[in-house]
């Protein structure tokens, strides 16, 4: 997607997909980028049954299945990206960090506006709850910028995150890294 613009008062539009990214974190990222990807994964829902199956005979093994299954929705992301930042390269091109809705102040809300520029529902089975939530479960949306000069990578984590003392994934106990 070409980014439209990027504002001082902290969102970035895309054309073409009738799109306003939203937050101080995002615009940073773009910053210097003239294109960008955005990317949505699943695992499906077979998987989202297996965990639902396994939390009925047990709880512990349920848990580490559902713990494998995010790690494996990540590591599709971060294979993803590879095969990307390669193409790109060849190309002449930069790619940033990959950065998902929920990551600092971005809002998780656009969600659903992501998948709908993308049409996941349709192309992947992928579809967003009226509270944000990705359906299947183990499923990932991102934003990646492409830039012609090379891109410093974010410090990830918690420790470096503008959100930390608000963060509702922190106050359950959670991390998005």
Do not use: H, W
């Not at 990214?21 to 773009?30: A, N, Q």
């Not at 960008?36 to 580490?64: F, H, N, Y």
């Not at 934003?143 to 106050?171: A, D, H, L, Y």
């Amino acid at each position: 997607f070409d980014i439209g613009s990027i504002s001082d008062a902290a969102s970035v539009t895309l054309k073409g997909a009738a799109l306003q990214l939203t937050g101080t974190d995002i615009v940073s990222l773009l910053d210097g980028c003239g294109r960008c990807i955005l990317m949505a994964v699943t695992l499906g829902p077979q998987l989202d049954r297996a965990i639902r199956k396994e939390q009925l005979a047990s709880m512990s093994d349920a848990l580490l299945l559902n713990l494998c299954a995010s790690s494996a929705a990540d590591d599709l992301c971060n294979r993803i990206y590879l095969d990307l930042e390669e193409e790109f390269l060849t190309r002449g091109f930069f790619l940033t960090d990959r950065f998902s809705p929920g990551y600092g102040d971005l809002p998780v809300e656009l969600q659903g506006e992501i998948c709908r520029a993308l049409q996941t529902e349709k192309r992947i089975g992928l579809s967003v709850t009226s509270g944000s939530m990705l359906l299947p479960v183990k499923s990932i949306t991102a934003v990646i910028g492409i830039s012609r000069r090379p891109q410093p990578k974010k410090i990830s984590g918690c420790k470096n995150c503008k959100m930390k003392e608000t963060c509702s994934f922190r106050k359950a106990g959670k991390t998005c890294e």
